[in-house]
């Protein structure tokens, strides 16, 4: 679990994260020019990313979505229709919303953050600074690929392929136990999502790709340029669908780049 630091010189939008179960505050900074807001990816958690919050320069504040169900959220109730979960976090970041904000989600994260977005224009809210959209196909090339509905192991097979480096984890009953109800959840939630014909941002949208992806082809990622009115660019990166956890910091550089 993380816990908003306190700071004598708090910001508002600080102090409200601490309240808020919604939102974790993975990083403060001093002098910030831009909040950063990530969406985690099925199963995960605002925690998820600390190592990127650590890797970014001080005038980033990070800040981490918690979808309930998981860490200590876990007797939260979870939601399972994408567009309800966008609905629920929107409701919340208004604290968030007095400077320039960037969304960042990996994943199904990608999705909920482009739905956020997409109420924020619809209350005619500011809408983020750019939407950096990583390893995650075009809201318009989603589909149905039955993982939600794969049996207990089918599905811990599934994610382990996606992610090798934590197959380990997966060979822990107890850990398993706890996991698995959000895993399902969420990719039933991400499996039934279908998104509005014709729906766009007035963001500019930053793709990121892990080369050897196996969910994901360079084609549905450049898709996303279908989504905005303001422009995309992609980047890849070695490895697959978790590619981030080997590149925590050239991704911050990435950020970086496009937030200064």
Known sequence: MIRATRLEDDMPARAAADREPWIRSLRPASGHAVKLLCF???GGSASYYVPLARSLPEFVEVYGVQYPGRQDRFADPMIDDLFVLAERIH???????DGPVAFFGHSMGATVAFEVIRLMEGKGQTPPVRLFASARRAPSRSRDDGVHRLDDKGLVAEVSALNPSAAHAFADADFVSIVLPALRNDYRAVERYRCTEGATVSCPITTFLGTEDP??????VRAWAEHTTAGLDLERFSGGHFYVEDHWRRLAAELTRRLT
């Open 40 to 42: 985690p990816h099925a």
């Open 215 to 220: 969910k994901v082809t360079e084609s549905e």
């Open 91 to 97: 409701e919340v970041l208004t604290p968030l919303l």
